[in-house]
């Protein structure tokens, strides 16, 4: 299961990127889950993901909840909670 991430925010300067291709395993269902696994990528990911109060989910452009299912999603984006103002 290939997943382009993208990285918006501190969340990008944390992790030095702004997108990526991944291949998680095949048994990851959730935006939580790949979180986790996304974590022990490197330590700038295990940084920028640690706290999930602060991170927002987008599954193939649709916002989403961190439970929500990957299945069959092509790209899933993480970013910081957006404020107005």
Known sequence: MALAML??????????TGAENVD???DLTTVEHLID???TRSPAHA??????????AAVDQRFVPLEASI????EVAIFPPVTGG
């Open 7 to 16: 990285y918006f925010a501190w969340v990008r300067e944390t992790i030095g």
């Open 24 to 26: 998680p395993p095949a």
């Open 37 to 39: 696994w996304l974590s």
């Open 47 to 56: 940084e920028a993901l640690a706290d999930r109060a602060r991170l927002r």
């Open 71 to 74: 299945s069959g999603a092509r």
